[in-house]
């Protein structure tokens, strides 16, 4: 065994190979040159439908309808969670609608949304805040729920009221559920953006890609969904960064504890 | 919590479903909302035991379960055997992390146009996506329960000479169930999003294509009966994967259990 070494490179080595065998095959034709086109006529589409103006307008047009639909989700399903995490009684009384709401597939609404809102913004709009909603729902039902009875008390002891409650004690205690909640539902909508786009839609990155494979333009194919992989790495990165900024107090708390 | 379980409350949930069908039936016959886009309750529970029964609605989710099913239990096998692999050689691991880091963001519906390339838009197509899909979840957690196992236990099964395949056979595949089968549930709901996306983008059956067909055919009650047999499919998949993983999984939350005591 040539390879005894445990480091990073080897993954580096791996994925920087990729690309030229990957090249090599489809120029020998091993791959079907029109399903593989070679990388580096892939690469060269990306580059002309980055620069061409073409491609930057279906990325906002994405952006734009995943962060209506998560944020919209977003302010609603915290208040929502957090009402019912803390009223039992709110809880009770929503408890079997929710059950019955959540295992509905989202892109099973998209005909009921298209019937409502048309093939517009407004649909995808709709599906994101439909899928987006079940994680951060349970999430900050469950992290209310599961706040300390001892901050609980003794913020009463000192008299705070339930709103004054609510927002210094239980808010902050419950939110890294929340976040968590957060975290899941942005791989989500980006999901759902990209299916809702490709059932009805006239652009937008998921009928971008899927329109190139009907016009059987497969090196933009590729390049789209590259562009897509790096969209998703991307907002991940950046709900990480966020999350280090905001969370970073609920991190310290809990290394210094152990 | 403890009121929780009380009948009295589980009621007053009943009586707030019932109370909105009520009035989703109210509102429909009154003309107060467009009776098109909601029809009355009653006749959509009518259309749907006549769909049901003329064996309309039986035969598109013969076809979208059979699809899901094939997808599902190939990402199971492949991804399962590949993580086992891949958490218990480290080395190989090193090689492939990158690879699969790259990978693993794009959202997975961005294959369907890969998929209906190379595979046409028929069956296979359908079950490469599911397979797909429902393979990154499995084969992480695979990687990550096989990589967490107590150090004790690999030692002690050595110190009794046990051999490699024995040693996977016995202690990693038993140690590392319990994040496979949390990989296998978080897969599930997936496979049935993505069955049906596939079959709404192309196809001329199963559930998928059965909602958008009837919402494009202007047959509304149809779609609603459609929507509600697919959300009974996924209720129905989630409680038989329940109460496989309390019968498989049974000897686990017993040990956890007689732990914690």
Redesign the interface.
């Known amino acids: 065994m040539a ?2 070494t ?3 490179w ?6 920087l190979a ?1 690309f030229p065998l990957w090249e090599l095959l489809s120029r020998a034709k091993l791959l079907h040159p029109l ?1 593989f086109p070679p990388m580096t006529r892939i690469l060269r589409a990306l580059g002309e439908i980055m620069l061409s103006g073409n491609l930057p307008g279906h990325i906002v047009a994405s952006l734009q309808r995943a962060a209506a639909g998560y944020f919209l989700a977003a302010a609603v399903f915290i208040t929502l969670g957090i009402l019912m995490g803390y009223w ?2 709110l809880y ?6 929710i059950e ?2 959540r ?10 949304a ?3 809102f048309g093939i517009g913004n407004e649909m995808k709009v709709f599906i994101i805040f439909f899928s987006c909603a079940w994680p951060i729902l349970i999430n900050t039902i469950d992290g209310v ?1 599961g706040v300390d009875r001892v901050l609980v008390n003794t913020a009463l002891t000192f008299g705070l009221g339930r709103f004054e409650l609510i927002r210094k004690i239980i808010i902050p205690a419950a939110s890294p559920y929340i976040m968590t909640g957060l975290r899941i539902s942005v ?1 989500i909508s ?2 759902l953006v ?2 809702s786009e ?2 009805g839609s006239t652009d937008g990155i ?1 009928y971008f ?2 329109n ?3 016009s059987f333009e ?1 090196p933009e ?1 590729y390049a ?2 590259i562009v ?6 991307t907002l ?1 990165r950046v709900f990480v960064l966020v999350d280090g900024r905001l969370m970073g107090w609920h991190k310290g708390l809990t290394a210094r504890l152990r | 919590m403890a009121e929780r379980g009380r009948p009295s409350f589980r009621l007053a949930g009943l009586g707030v479903l019932v109370a909105l069908l009520c009035l989703w039936e109210l509102a429909s016959r009154t003309g107060y909302v467009y009776e098109v886009y909601f029809p009355p309750i009653t006749r959509i529970a009518g259309t749907f035991l006549r769909i049901l029964l003329d064996g309309t609605l039986v035969q598109h989710m013969l076809a979208t379960l059979g699809r899901f099913g094939r997808g599902y239990l190939l990402a199971a096998a492949l991804a399962v055997s590949a993580g086992l692999v891949l958490g218990y050689w480290r080395l190989l691991f090193t090689f492939f992390e990158p690879l699969i880091e790259f990978m693993r963001p794009m959202p997975s519906p961005a294959i369907i146009p890969i998929a209906i390339l190379l595979f046409g838009i028929g069956d296979e197509m359908k079950i490469f996506v599911t397979l797909y899909a429902c393979s990154w979840p499995i084969l992480l957690n695979t990687i990550d329960g096989v990589r967490s196992i107590d150090r004790t236990l690999f030692n002690t099964a050595l110190t009794f000479g046990l051999g490699r395949w024995e040693l996977i056979r016995k202690v990693v595949i038993p140690a590392a169930s319990p994040q496979i089968v949390t990989g296998l549930r978080i897969s599930l709901a997936i496979a049935l999003i993505l069955v049906t996306t596939a079959e709404m983008v192309v196809s001329n059956d199963g559930l998928g294509f059965f909602i958008l067909d009837e919402q494009r055919s202007f047959r509304i009650a149809e779609m609603y009966a459609g929507i509600f047999t697919l959300a009974l499919l996924g209720y129905t998949l989630n409680r038989v994967f329940l109460a496989l993983d309390a019968r498989v999984m049974g000897w686990h939350r017993g040990l956890t259990k007689k732990e914690i005591l």
Do not use: K
């Open positions: 390879w005894t445990e480091s990073r080897n993954g580096v080595l791996v994925l990729v399903f039992q009684r009770n009384l929503f408890e079997l609608v019955l709401a295992p509905v597939p989202p892109p099973a609404l998209i005909p009921v298209i019937l409502f729920r791989a980006l999901i990209v299916i490709m059932v998921g890609i899927l190139a494979q009907r497969i194919m789209g969904m897509l992989a790096a969209l998703g790495y991940n």
